[in-house]
């Protein structure tokens, strides 16, 4: 039962982060040109190792899902009135999800002896391939259009993202333990067997 | 693999189908209501920025307050001149047989958020389907042209700016005979965004400073508003092509006007 609650929670959390990150302004020039703080997949990515897997594709699918229903773009038809065009389809950020917290969750066993620096590191490692594969999505759907652009800035933003993502990531960890451990849920039940 | 397991993928992988082969108008109704349903939440969240931008000492808001009192009185001078100026030119153009030239009817919309995705460029703005705003509205300033509506809520919509490279724009640059398609730019910075204008005649002879409007072509986006100056011209293979720089400073964008018709 507390694993339930917790696993609403989460929920909640998944989404509000994702309400506040577009509060905060993109990293200002020079600083990593115009990369955004991603604040979701830290919560997401912290869910992934704490539920288990059927918990973790629930996260992954409200997680894409909002996502993309918050910020995939509609391409704005020549005409008035015509057919509107999504350039990538809704709910591709669900597969990304899945396929990324698929690889949290299979670290699973680390993070269940309390080891923190997984949710830290991969937290950073992911946010910057999720920055790149959003490019990358786009980058071939236009290729046609003006061929196939990688500019350095691709890796200056995502580098940005996750870089913010891994600074943040131990704030997340410490708050959601602690919320989990009042709720009644463990997130460490092994870290006895560490330390033994 | 236990049977949660299966069931948990098995029903994943039927609601991500399900999500695939939602037809773009369904997708589009989806987004709308998930705007719908997050609306309380950004319009709470885009208080607390207000409030936050908006403190002031008494000092400041005593001198903010006489420098807009000074612009009223200004602008109310002007105002009178513009309609007297209307005026003659209906007339003129009646005289003439012209078509009556109305002027837009604007809903007034403040910024809520910006997308925090890293790679598209639009705003959400605070005004909906119940304020009269609907898809493919444009989105101006008094200083230019903003964007296009693309999604919208009942109180809520969402605006992709002209920074974006899918939004594209008919135009022409005042003073020549030089049409063309204005559209963002995907690899500049979001802080410094520049427009590119193709389907220009190589030997367009484009100068900086020249200014870029709406041409109307389409009928999407009104005639003659300012989208931006040019800042340079190279002659490509194949066409013309200008760097333009927006008339309107995107990333300082606070408010909007929403043009949802005409007078």
């Known amino acids: 039962m507390p694993a339930v609650i917790f696993f609403f929670f989460l929920v909640g959390a998944v989404l509000l982060s994702m309400i506040g990150q577009h509060f905060i302004p993109p990293f200002p020039a020079p600083w990593f040109t115009g990369a955004r703080v991603l604040l979701m997949p830290v919560f997401l990515f912290y869910g992934a190792l704490a539920m288990p897997f059927s918990g973790m594709l629930g996260l992954a699918f409200i997680a894409g899902f909002f996502w993309d229903a918050l910020t995939l773009p509609v391409v704005p038809s020549l005409l008035p009135g015509g057919e509107p065009l999504f350039e990538i389809p809704l709910g591709w950020s669900i597969i990304l999800y899945a396929v990324l917290g698929s690889i949290m969750n299979g670290m699973r066993p680390w993070f269940r002896r309390g080891r923190w620096e997984i949710h830290c590191l991969l937290s950073g490692v992911f946010t910057a391939l999720i920055v790149v594969a959003e490019y990358l999505m786009i980058a071939l759907k236009r290729i046609e259009e003006s061929g196939f652009l990688f500019p350095g800035i691709v890796w200056q933003r995502a580098l940005g993202s996750g870089l913010a993502a891994m600074l943040l990531a131990p704030l997340v960890f410490f708050l959601l333990n602690t919320v989990g451990r009042l709720i009644g849920f463990e997130p460490h039940p092994e870290r006895e067997t560490l330390r033994r | 693999m236990s049977r949660t397991h299966i069931i948990s993928i098995?029903?994943?992988?039927?609601?991500?189908?399900?999500?695939?082969?939602?037809?773009p108008r369904n997708s589009q109704k989806v987004q709308a209501g998930v705007l719908n349903v997050l609306t309380p939440f950004f319009k709470a969240g885009s208080s607390v920025t207000t409030f936050r931008d908006g403190l002031k000492t008494l000092e400041q808001l005593e001198k903010q307050n006489?420098?807009?009192?000074?612009?009223?009185?200004?602008?109310?001078?002007?105002?009178?001149?513009?309609?007297?100026?209307?005026?003659?030119?209906?007339?003129?153009?009646?005289?003439?047989?012209?078509?009556?030239?109305?002027?837009?009817?604007?809903?007034?919309?403040?910024?809520?958020?910006?997308?925090?995705?890293?790679?598209?460029?639009?705003?959400?703005?605070?005004?909906?389907?119940?304020?009269?705003?609907?898809?493919?509205?444009?989105?101006?300033?008094?200083?230019?042209?903003v964007g296009k509506v693309t999604t919208v809520g009942e109180h809520i919509a969402v605006v992709v700016l002209i920074a974006d490279e899918n939004c594209k724009v008919a135009a022409n640059v005042v003073g020549t005979r030089e049409q063309g398609i204005v559209k963002g730019d995907r690899i500049t910075s979001n802080t410094m965004p520049q427009l590119g204008m193709g389907f220009l005649s190589r030997d367009a002879k484009l100068t900086r400073g020249q200014q870029v409007v709406t041409s109307g072509v389409g009928g999407v986006y009104p005639a003659g508003i300012p989208i931006g100056v040019v800042d340079r011209f190279e002659a490509r293979p194949l066409e013309g092509f200008a760097v333009v720089l927006p008339a309107v400073n995107l990333s300082e964008l606070q408010d909007v006007f929403v043009v949802v018709g005409r007078k």
């Open chain 2, 10 to 23: 098995i029903a994943f992988i039927g609601l991500v189908a399900a999500l695939f082969a939602l037809n």
């Open chain 2, 66 to 145: 006489t420098e807009l009192l000074t612009q009223n009185k200004e602008l109310k001078a002007i105002s009178q001149t513009l309609r007297d100026l209307e005026a003659e030119n209906q007339k003129l153009r009646a005289a003439l047989e012209y078509r009556q030239r109305a002027a837009f009817k604007l809903v007034p919309a403040r910024i809520v958020t910006r997308d925090s995705a890293t790679w598209w460029n639009t705003v959400t703005i605070d005004k909906g389907t119940a304020d009269g705003v609907d898809i493919d509205m444009p989105a101006m300033t008094d200083e230019g042209l």
